[in-house]
């Protein structure tokens, strides 16, 4: 997969060092499983991470600390030899399926406004933020907004454009406050995107802004 | 017990270390070796323990965090790959997952790889991540170089866990401005290990 769009690198070293939200994990976990170059870029801020963690220094271990690990492995000795992929991801990235059963096929949909259809994922924890697939018909928008912290978004089918560019299937837009867009879909099949913020979204327009609450975005 | 081998001149104290490490990771995996668990626990338990109070936790939790996750450093020793990551890496990825399970209640979601990917491990553009992995301390000595406004914004996000949006409200910062820091400052790092 021939991927244009990426996480900015500050958004790839905040996973890294674990300082973004569940549901921002959740996206970056699966764009990565598409995306060797930014898997590549992890590695590194994990690398950075790793040596960070080496140079911080020592603090005095509990005198029974030894021991008690003994005690814990004694306890349940079996190594793990665990491959935590599903068996079944119905096309999804893996990270992803468990959250979505039965693909992308199953989803029970809730209309929003014609043409635009949504499923919160209410099992993540995002803080005001929130996590949801959003499906968007050919030749919709959604209406003109700007966040309050940020927004990132991975393409599962489909594909839209907006102002800084045209999103296909794996790529991740990663946009903030400083970014007034307007997402239009432009492929033949519903464009499906996987949406985590970490703050509400804003709406330009009076009129949206009345929307937001009815829509619940 | 692993004894020290191939401690050839020419190379830093921090790769001595990291190859030893590797032996002991090795050791692990392979026989169960009790001598090499403790000389890994020796090495990393008292630096894991340190990240755990750096991120809020207090000394007895930080003391038992620190210890489950050397407990996982036995359990997933036959997961480690040395060609992908030096043993620092790996057991701060633990760390770091266990401490956001733990003192953040929420769940860290890592990418999962078919079986197929996991094996070739091939690094996108083919490089060698063996050689490469054994410049992360020579990351973290280099962190120290930065300017301190880079510095800073890497250490907050990597000690304090702190967000974008939170390192900017903690230094009255634009979020803008806080990203261009940290693109910079990672930016840097990467070109400085890949020369």
Avoid at chain 1, 112 to 140: D, F, T, W
Avoid at chain 2, 3 to 18: H, L, M, P
Wanted: aromatic share 6%.
């Amino acid at each position: 997969m021939n991927l244009n769009n990426h996480p900015d690198s500050s958004t790839l070293l905040a996973y890294a060092a674990g300082a973004v939200n569940e549901g921002f994990s959740l996206v970056i976990a699966a764009h990565l499983e598409l995306c060797p170059e930014c898997r590549d870029e992890v590695t590194e801020a994990e690398a950075l991470g790793g040596g960070l963690m080496q140079h911080l220094p020592a603090a005095e271990m509990s005198d029974a600390g030894m021991a008690q690990i003994w005690e814990r492995i004694e306890a349940d000795p079996i190594p793990e030899k665990v491959h935590r992929r599903p068996a079944e991801t119905w096309g999804l990235p893996a990270v992803l399926a468990p959250f979505v059963p039965g693909g992308l096929s199953g989803v029970r949909w809730r209309t929003l406004v014609p043409g635009i259809k949504q499923l919160r994922l209410e099992n993540v924890e995002s803080g005001q933020g929130s996590v949801r697939l959003l499906s968007i018909s050919p030749g919709a928008t959604v209406p003109q907004h700007t966040h309050l912290g940020s927004e990132l978004t991975l393409v599962l089918q489909g594909s839209f454009r907006d102002e800084m560019g045209h999103y296909k299937q794996g790529d991740l837009a990663d946009v903030d406050s400083s970014v007034q867009h307007q997402p239009v879909v432009d492929s033949d099949q519903p464009c499906i995107c996987l949406i985590a913020t970490d703050q509400r979204l804003k709406f330009t327009s009076a009129l949206n802004r009345m929307l937001q609450p009815l829509v619940g975005i | 017990m692993v004894a020290a081998q191939n401690c050839s001149t020419g190379r830093t104290r921090g790769e001595d270390a990291a190859a030893l490490a590797i032996q002991w990771m090795g050791a692990v995996a392979e026989s169960q070796d009790r001598d090499a668990f403790s000389s890994l626990y020796e090495q990393f338990a008292p630096k894991v323990k340190r990240y755990m109070m750096r991120q809020g936790a207090d000394d007895a939790t930080a003391d038992d965090l620190a210890q489950e996750t050397l407990v996982q450093v036995w359990r997933k020793a036959s997961l480690y790959d040395s060609g992908k990551a030096a043993p620092s890496s790996w057991i701060f990825t633990i760390a770091r997952n266990l401490r956001t399970d733990r003192l953040r209640r929420q769940k860290y979601h890592e990418v999962e790889l078919a079986e197929e990917l996991l094996e070739s491990g091939l690094a996108a553009d083919g490089r060698d991540r063996a050689v490469e992995h054994v410049h992360a301390n020579q990351m973290a000595e280099l962190v120290s170089k930065l300017p301190t406004d880079q510095a800073e914004v890497i250490r907050m996000s990597f000690f304090e866990g702190l967000s974008h949006a939170e390192i900017g409200q903690r230094l009255d910062l634009p979020l803008g401005t806080v990203k261009s820091r940290l693109r910079l400052a990672f930016g840097r790092l990467r070109t400085a290990i890949g020369d």
